[in-house]
């Protein structure tokens, strides 16, 4: 019987399984649904934003908002230098913590307190679009969307009265949308001095938090509480308006700023050697600061003179009194052809001592290298007063506390109830010439020119040229009259420099205010404008 009860079993199952499998795929074929439906495929448009966030949970902000731009190339980038960002950041953060540990391990009778891991992970921040705003200002603001899901481990060690406690964090998450501001971008690299970051809303922070091994973030009140606090916390401290500001350069050094006034007499020359074959020279000189971009004062010329009298008073606008030296050369006069130097020297700032009247009598070289045997050759010597006036410290340091907009202080030295006017011509805008389009500016203020550089074939030219004009009194009453022009090439004989247009600005405003940083379009122009900013200094 237990054969045959063995062999009725094995059959039966057989059978069964057999029918089974027949009968399914008799109904799979002949029996289909009738709910099931055609798939509609439709563009992303007509989608509205729950069905978006139902179909794509993670969309990037450039694709939501058309301000932010893609920044791909950036998350390549910093998924490339990740394990050595990792590192730097590990190492810096055990530098800054280590004096921490050892002032509280003492007071708090700890024995000691140690990382036993500490890495970022292997995945980096990920930002999802970059949001940039276009200032009048010296300064950049960004503002990038971060998202970081992270696998840190950092685990620390503290041992205290023989107990050993363990506390790790593992699975750090961050969103974020911090304003990074660059200001105020200045021509030394790295052409800013300050960097200041906000967040624009309470940021998201998630992570795991394991003592002896147990994670205490899956505590529900605790995990709320913490959750809280460090919005709090972060708020108070970092959202906008509030920032947190890290100086990267001294702006006012940075930026090449006035920092005090050279002021310069010429007395005289004396035993000058004649350049002309027939009678004596006609002597001038020309006076230049290193590293200044206006053209050199010149002195009046003193005919048929090789002892020339000039008593002229001169002065210059000093940004750097450590490195700039003030450049001295006597020219020969010549009515044709090029005008012959006679002699040149130089008197480095640092050996002009504040606030005092130096008498500088200089011998006139050939050359300034001082293994020119020419030199010692006389051509005569030429006597100077030299005064440096720097502007007062208290002011220097404000306004390296405060930025660049605060308007410096003008010398001790100017004249009662006058000042300096500082001009800056920033840029241009969608200029057009008839011929060509070599823009450059020319500022008219009394009388006294200047200009700008040329800058070739361009419609919308930026200069960040700096002017200075010293007043005898306000001019609230009086006009500085700006004209951008173009410079023919070295191929318009036929077509000359061409007016783009020009402005006057009333400078009641810049007496007022202090200070103006405007937009202006440029009259006899379609489309031009120009950005000037005006400062009135006053000591």
């Known amino acids: 019987m237990g054969v045959v009860s063995t062999v009725l079993g094995f059959s039966g199952f057989g059978f069964g399984f057999t029918a089974g499998i027949v009968i399914g795929y008799y109904f799979f074929i002949y029996f289909q649904p009738t709910d099931v439906k055609d798939v509609k495929v439709r563009p992303l448009v007509e989608y509205d934003s729950n069905s978006l966030d139902g179909i794509l949970p993670e969309i990037p902000m450039w694709v939501k908002n058309p301000d932010y731009d893609r920044v791909d190339w950036l998350n390549r980038f910093l998924e490339l230098m990740w394990p050595y960002v990792d590192k730097a950041v590990c190492r810096m953060v055990q530098d800054i913590a280590k004096p921490i540990i050892a002032e509280n391990t003492a007071k708090y009778k700890i024995d000691s307190v140690e990382f036993e891991t500490l890495t970022l992970g292997s995945l980096p921040p990920t930002f999802q679009g970059m949001k940039v705003y276009v200032t009048e200002e010296k300064e950049l603001i960004m503002e990038p969307c971060l998202k970081w899901a992270a696998n840190p481990n950092v685990t620390v060690v503290a041992k205290a009265y023989g107990l050993k406690a363990t506390i790790q964090i593992v699975d750090l998450q961050v969103f974020a949308s911090p304003r990074i501001t660059l200001k105020p971008l200045v021509p030394t690299f790295p052409c800013f001095a300050n960097i200041l970051v906000s967040l624009m809303e309470k940021p998201h922070v998630d992570f795991g938090l394991k003592v002896f091994g147990a994670d205490l973030m899956a505590i529900p009140v605790l995990y709320k509480f913490v959750q809280d606090t460090i919005k709090k916390q972060v708020a108070s401290m970092y959202l906008w308006p509030k920032t947190l500001e890290v100086p990267i350069m001294d702006p006012s050094k940075a930026s090449k700023r006035p920092v005090g006034i050279l002021l310069v007499k010429v007395v005289r020359a004396q035993n000058l050697k004649k350049k002309d074959l027939l009678g004596k020279s006609d002597p001038y000189a020309k006076l ?100 440096y006036k720097p502007f007062k410290e208290e002011d220097m340091e404000k306004e390296s506390m405060d930025g660049t907009d605060e308007v410096q202080k003008a010398p001790d030295d100017t004249p009662a109830g006058g000042g300096l006017l500082y001009v800056i011509v920033h840029e241009a805008q969608d200029l057009e010439g008839k011929h060509h389009t070599n823009p450059y500016a020319k500022i008219i203020f009394k009388g006294e020119e200047k200009k700008t550089k040329v800058i070739k074939k361009n419609r919308d030219p930026r200069w960040e040229d700096e002017f200075e004009f010293v007043c005898e009194e306000p001019p609230a009453n009086d006009r500085l009259h700006v004209e951008v022009l173009s410079k023919a090439g070295k191929k318009g004989i036929l077509h000359g420099k061409e007016t783009l247009g020009y402005i006057d600005v009333s400078l009641a405003d810049v007496i007022s205010n202090k200070r103006i940083n405007e937009k202006y379009h440029l009259i006899d122009s379609k489309n031009g404008q120009i950005q000037i900013e005006l400062q009135w200094r006053t000591s």
């Open 288 to 387: 230049k600061m290193s590293d200044d971009k206006l053209p050199s004062k010149k002195t009046t010329v003193k005919r048929s003179n090789l002892n020339p009298e000039w008593n002229e008073d001169f002065k210059f606008v000093v940004t750097d009194p450590e490195n700039q030296s003030l450049e001295i050369n006597v020219f020969d006069w010549e009515q044709v052809g090029k005008h012959e130097r006679m002699g040149m020297n130089v008197i480095p700032l640092k050996e002009i001592p504040p606030e005092e009247t130096k008498v500088l009598t200089l011998n006139l070289l050939k050359t300034m290298d001082p293994n020119d045997i020419q030199n010692e050759k006389s051509r005569g010597q030429i006597i100077l007063e030299a005064t």
